[in-house]
Nanobody, 117 residues
Framework: QVQLVESGGALVQAGGSLRLSCIVS????????IGWYRQAPGKQLELVASATTGGITNVVDSVKGRFAISRDNAKRTVYLQMNSLKPEDTAIYYC???????????WGQGTQVTVSS
């Protein structure tokens, strides 16, 4: 069974930090790049960061220098470390496959991040 479980979201003041966790089911973790995505109210889903099976990571320009993604292979977990949070980072954050073909598995419930000014 394919499963993605996100956690770690919270209400935080601007300038604060959070670490999000995504536990990925065994059937897909070791053979897939994983991405963190977010959807802000009234906006489209957007990619935030990605991590390949080989450990190559990337973050989008809007969070560069503030966010970092990492994988713990032993725990089948992908983390998103978020520092210097801004109100515009407020969104529901999801993890899923990262693929140039757009392949995804069923989405998890996501985790809410709210940044107050």
């Amino acid at each position: 069974q394919v499963q993605l479980v996100e956690s770690g979201g919270a209400l935080v003041q601007a300038g604060g930090s959070l670490r999000l966790s995504c536990i990925v089911s065994r059937s897909i973790f070791s053979s897939n790049s994983i991405g963190w995505y977010r959807q802000a109210p009234g906006k489209q889903l957007e990619l935030v960061a990605s991590a390949t099976t080989g450990g190559i990571t990337n973050v989008v320009d809007s969070v560069k220098g503030r966010f970092a993604i990492s994988r713990d292979n032993a725990k089948r977990t992908v983390y998103l470390q978020m520092n210097s949070l801004k109100p515009e980072d407020t969104a529901i954050y999801y993890c899923n496959l990262y693929s140039t073909t757009g392949t995804r598995v069923p989405w998890g419930q996501g985790t809410q991040v709210t940044v107050s000014s």
